[in-house]
């Protein structure tokens, strides 16, 4: 990419040669182990997509006199400036890394560009406690932590870091109180620039070249403007002393990245397939469970990615990945591939510090499930393929036995109403059935009592279902005695089980009053009433039952003669007027 220069520049781009701001060692905070960067893991390698976000802090005279204000036409210009920086590293990564460029202007109660740079803590901790991170515990660049996580949350990045932005147009020299425009936190989250870092030497026109810079440093680029090797970066590789690129500085650096810088930003990709070898890596995955029903194999599962050595034992220090589970697919005899459904894994992370921790989801560990179409009786290949998004792959694969189909259908209850009725009325008769089998059934049951037919019925039943059939008896003029109730179901085709098709229970009929169907009304019917009185219908055991339960609790339904769910004075009156009768 080219861009005309003003003129030339004869002093190097060094973060040696610049005081450093006065960072606290990082405070311990431990995470819970996951694949995923974590809080101090905001910028390890430059791959993947990050969140920049560039504040320009506004003097507003609170503390220190108003001296700098931001125009539009600075805003603009630094603007165009970061963004063909940051332009610039997505070309020559051939868009493994891609920037979300986010501006917010905030106002400090400083001066910034007449501060130490070892003193800018207070302006940048003023502006992020504005932002809505202050200072809880720790220092102020936990504050800085507190920021990026949440950015980059919000923009769903992998990486993040700040841009403070200075003005710096009023100032003589465009340096701060002791020297330096310009500074770099190694490994981020934050860089300085000054407006024309540094109005002899560098100027506003290169800020460009000044922000690829520090954004190499973000990324664990070292310097390479002398002579001597610094290993660095996830890798732990070395850099290209006077490579020539971004990292070797101001006047001698051009937009190329040399193969130190490349190494060391983590763009290393020994066998030349298009991915790197820090996102090279090997997936897992494996069956958690299946079961076959109907023919339908049923299957869940886990894939995952994994991670590379973190060789440099930067940020947390942790193995960590920015790869993605994209897809797991399956497919049967050697058929068509199809998309499983994908559940993602949570993780918890801290997301503010010391210690405010948040479950997020995440793709790095996915559970997924799928059924298959119903198969046929037989053996079967199931293959599993998982791709992420750097298009690795990895295979799994097993057989399965799908049996023959069971046909199976079965009584599992018959219960008339009353098991004692008298040869003047009529009944109801609840009939049971299941379906055992695996497909879906249509069948005929017939209630008889003996060898004679009450009524027949269609039944359409799916597999692992029940119904219950009720049926009307008519018990006018049948000869008093004892009879089968039988349920019978056709047997299916192909249904070997047929001995629950049938299902039996013997009942009485007897005279109109004889409750206990001995041919005669008497006292033993009497005193069956008797005791019984006041007893109520209850729905759930289809019992009579006294409240309070009285010691012969619960009562049979033949003992309410006229059906009307409570036994009381209309029973015992029926069974008096019919006293003495014999069958």
């Known amino acids: 990419m080219n861009k005309s220069k003003l003129a030339a520049i004869v002093v190097f781009l060094l973060i040696a040669t610049i005081p450093m701001l006065n960072i606290p060692p990082k405070a311990e905070a431990q995470e819970p182990v996951n694949l995923t960067p974590g809080y101090y893991d905001t910028s390890l390698y430059m791959l993947g997509n990050c969140t920049v976000k560039v504040i320009f802090l506004e003097s507003n005279g609170a503390i220190d006199p108003e001296k700098e204000n931001w125009t539009s036409t600075e805003i603009n210009k630094v603007k165009e400036e970061i963004e063909f920086a940051l332009a610039n590293w997505t070309s020559l990564s051939q868009g493994m890394i891609n920037f979300i460029i986010e501006y917010t202007i905030v106002g400090t109660s400083y001066n910034p560009i007449d501060l130490r740079l070892t003193d800018l803590y207070l302006c940048f901790s003023e502006v992020l406690t504005t932002l809505g991170y202050p200072l809880v515990s720790g220092t102020w660049i936990e504050q800085a932590y507190d920021c990026v996580n949440a950015l980059r949350d919000s923009y769903n990045t992998d990486w993040c870091f700040l841009v403070f932005l200075i003005d710096s147009s009023n100032d003589a020299d465009g340096y701060f109180e002791g020297g330096g425009a310009e500074q770099c936190h ?4 934050y860089m300085i620039m000054t407006l024309d870092n540094g109005k002899a030497y560098i100027g506003l026109e290169n800020m460009d070249k000044v922000m690829a810079h520090e954004t190499g440093n973000i990324f664990w680029a070292s310097d390479e403007g002398m002579d001597n090797l610094i ?3 996830y890798l732990n590789s070395s850099n290209t002393p006077h490579g020539g690129g971004v990292m070797e500085g101001i006047p001698n650096s051009h937009w190329y990245v040399s193969s130190g810088t490349r190494n060391q930003v983590g763009w290393t990709d020994d066998d030349q397939d ?4 820090i996102l090279d890596t090997f997936l897992l995955i494996s069956i958690n469970s299946m079961n076959i029903f109907k023919g339908i194999v049923n299957i869940t599962g886990r894939a995952e990615v994994t991670t590379h050595p973190n060789l440099g034992k930067i940020g947390s220090g942790r193995d960590v990945t920015v790869k993605k589970i994209r897809s797991v697919e399956y497919r049967v005899d050697n058929g068509t591939w199809i998309g499983a459904s994908l559940t993602p894994t949570t993780v918890k992370k801290m997301v503010r510090y010391p210690s405010t921790y948040m479950d997020k989801q995440t793709y790095s560990i996915v559970n997924y499930s799928f059924s298959t179409q119903p198969l ?3 053996t079967h290949l199931i293959e599993l393929k998982t791709v992420d998004d750097w298009n690795n792959e990895a295979y799994y694969n097993t057989t399965v036995t799908v049996p023959e189909v069971t046909h199976d259908i079965a009584f599992t209850k018959l219960e008339p109403y009353r098991r004692t009725l008298s040869n003047d009325t009529s009944t109801t008769v609840n009939v049971t059935i299941a379906n055992q089998g695996d497909t879906f059934e249509t069948f005929n049951v017939t209630l008889y009592y003996n060898s004679t037919s009450i009524e027949n019925r269609n039944v359409n039943l799916d597999s692992g279902k029940s119904t219950t059939l009720t049926f009307k008896w008519n018990t006018t003029s049948i000869p008093l005695g004892n009879y089968n109730l039988k349920a019978e179901a056709t047997p299916i085709t192909g249904e070997i089980n047929v001995a629950d098709n049938f299902l039996t229970v013997e009942v009485k009929i007897s ?3 004889d409750i206990n169907a001995d ?3 008497d006292i033993l019917d009497i005193t069956t009433v008797a005791v019984a009185f006041g007893a109520k219908f209850n729905e759930t ?3 009579y039952w006294h409240d309070p339960p009285c010691p012969n609790c619960p009562h049979a339904k033949d003992v309410d003669i006229n059906d009307d769910k409570e036994i009381d004075i209309l029973d015992i009156t029926r069974v ?8």
């Open 186 to 189: 190694p490994g981020g989250p």
């Open 231 to 233: 290993y660095g970066g």
């Open 274 to 277: 298009g991915v790197p070898n």
């Open 376 to 378: 046929e009786p037989g």
């Open 511 to 513: 005279l109109t009053g």
């Open 519 to 521: 041919g005669t009304i």
């Open 541 to 543: 055991d289809g019992m």
């Open 576 to 583: 008096a007027v019919d006293f003495g009768k014999t069958a």
